[in-house]
Antibody
Framework: QVHLQESGPGLVQPSQTLSLTCTVS??????????WSWIRQLPGKGLEWIAY???????YSNPSFKNRLSMSVDTSKNQFSLHLKFVTAADSAVYYC?????????????????WGQGALVTVSS | DIVMTQSPLSLPVTPGEPASISCRSS???????????LDWYLQKPGQSPHLLIY???IRASGVPDRFSGSGSGTDFTLKISRVEAEDVGIYFC?????????FGQGTKLEIK
């Protein structure tokens, strides 16, 4: 059974970098076709896809985050991480990590089929 | 970006009755491989979202067959044949035709 767990500080100062890590169990992060993802939910609002990373480091991100975003993968720990720079109060949200499956030009596809429990991050001084 | 629009945003339903949620996309979600890349997620109160249906009509593992999805192009529908109390929550549609993936605003289903 696949399990994802977010970890990181719950409070980040404005203009600093928000860093979250997702630890994956039950599946190897280097398994083909899996893209390791971050999605956030702003308070009382809907869902926003942030980015995903493949095990080789290839990253696909939402342009709305412009150049503030980077992701990394640690295959030895079966973890992946999100780093969001220059945060403001508008970045306060629940951040979910999720597993996304897309392979063979989309002929093998499942979507975001496993999610972490979510990590609440507040940006405030 | 592709804009996803759901309706209604609030859906009170009597247990045992059917329910239907509409999702429209600002562009066709039909891929050259013939699939429409539209998924449905449910976020139950206090929980993370979970996958209900992918590629318009394929139920995810463990999803009861009272849930069904249909549609093509820009118009999609999620139907619940007989609503149960455990179905309460917020339903989101999402496109995955290309990045950035975008979600609908969510439809809150509540029991009358």
């Amino acid at each position: 059974q696949v399990h994802l767990q977010e970890s990181g500080p719950g409070l980040v100062q404005p203009s600093q970098t928000l860093s979250l890590t997702c630890t994956v169990s039950g599946v190897s992060i280097i398994s083909g076709g899996y893209y390791w993802s971050w999605i956030r939910q702003l308070p009382g609002k809907g869902l926003e896809w942030i980015a995903y990373v493949y095990y080789n480091g290839d990253t696909y991100s939402n342009p709305s985050f412009k150049n503030r975003l980077s992701m990394s993968v640690d295959t030895s720990k079966n973890q992946f991480s999100l780093h969001l720079k220059f945060v403001t109060a508008a970045d306060s949200a629940v951040y979910y990590c999720a597993q996304y499956y897309y392979n063979n030009n989309g002929l093998e596809y499942i979507g975001f089929d496993n999610w972490g429990q979510g990590a609440l991050v507040t940006v405030s001084s | 970006d592709i804009v996803m629009t759901q309706s209604p945003l609030s859906l009170p339903v009597t247990p045992g009755e059917p329910a239907s949620i509409s999702c429209r996309s600002s562009q066709s979600l039909l891929h050259s491989n013939g699939y429409n890349y539209l998924d449905w997620y449910l976020q139950k109160p206090g929980q993370s979202p979970h996958l209900l249906i992918y590629l318009t009509s394929i139920r995810a593992s463990g999803v009861p067959d009272r849930f069904s999805g249909s549609g093509s192009g820009t118009d999609f529908t999620l139907k619940i044949s007989r609503v149960e109390a455990e179905d309460v929550g917020i339903y989101f549609c999402m496109h995955s035709l290309r990045t950035p993936h975008t979600f609908g605003q969510g439809t809150k289903l509540e029991i009358k």
